[in-house]
């Protein structure tokens, strides 16, 4: 059974800092790997969507990266500021067709101090 | 981009009465859409897969019977939590994945349910 787990639970940084957040999964075999915004009491906006063959995507001052065989990713986000403030949820999609889903995250709460 | 909208965004029910919640896929036509259910300061856990003119597929533990959806048309998928007890109260999020076939789920602003 896929897990999905992201360290740490929750961050609290002051303004400017560079941050890591991080994800991993137990089960490599995942068709691709989403990183996702959460703003409290709201849906998922979509930040950065990373292919099972491709090992990193940036925009802006997001960086994902992804390492299928050891089962992680990370979210670097540079220059941190307090509209990042929000939940940060990783998702892996696995199967194909009728079979394929989404696969959440436990969520980093990331709190940026102006 | 893709949008899809649910409605109602609010809704607050008496113990024993049903609740439909709506998804709509409003740019593009989804050949599937997704259920899930998030508690407080918890992730999203994925409850049906909704493919158009079948039936859902549930995941385990979830009740089919409590949780009736209805994939009727490609743009529009209904939730409804029959008989609410105030243990089903929780923040409905819906997903939708296009005609083709992309990797991408496009997420709905999610339903917020109490029930009393």
């Known amino acids: 059974k896929q897990e999905v787990t992201q360290i740490p639970a929750a961050l609290s940084v002051p303004e400017g800092e560079n941050l890591v957040l991080n994800c991993s999964f137990t089960?490599?075999?995942?068709?691709?790997l989403q990183w996702f915004r959460q703003d409290p009491g709201k849906g998922l906006t979509s930040l950065l969507l990373?292919?099972?063959?491709?090992r990193e995507q940036t925009s802006g001052r997001l960086n994902a990266s992804l390492d299928k065989s050891s089962g992680r990713s990370t979210l670097y986000i540079a220059a941190s500021q307090p509209g990042d403030s929000a939940t940060y949820l990783c998702?892996?999609?696995?199967?194909?067709?009728?079979?394929?889903?989404?696969?959440f995250g436990t969520g980093t709460r990331l709190k940026v101090l102006a | 981009g893709a949008v899809v909208s649910q409605h109602p965004s609010r809704v607050i029910c008496k113990s024993g009465t049903s609740v439909k919640i709506e998804c709509r896929s409003l740019?593009?036509?989804?050949?599937?859409m997704f259920w899930y259910r998030q508690f407080p300061k918890q992730s999203l856990m994925l409850m049906a897969t909704?493919?158009?003119?079948?039936?859902?597929?549930?995941e385990q533990g979830v009740e089919k019977d409590k949780f009736l959806i209805n994939h009727a048309s490609l743009t529009l998928s209904t939730l409804t939590v029959t008989s609410a007890h105030p243990e089903d109260s929780s923040f409905y999020i819906c997903?939708?994945?296009?005609?083709?076939?992309?990797?991408?789920?496009?997420f709905g602003p999610g339903t917020r349910l109490t029930v009393l």
């Open positions: 998702a892996v999609t696995r199967g194909t067709g009728r079979t394929y889903k989404y696969i």
């Open positions: 740019d593009f036509q989804a050949t599937t």
């Open positions: 089960d490599s075999a995942i068709y691709n």
């Open positions: 997903s939708a994945r296009g005609m083709l076939g992309t990797d991408t789920q496009y």
């Open positions: 909704s493919n158009e003119g079948s039936k859902a597929t549930y």
């Open positions: 990373i292919q099972s063959s491709q």
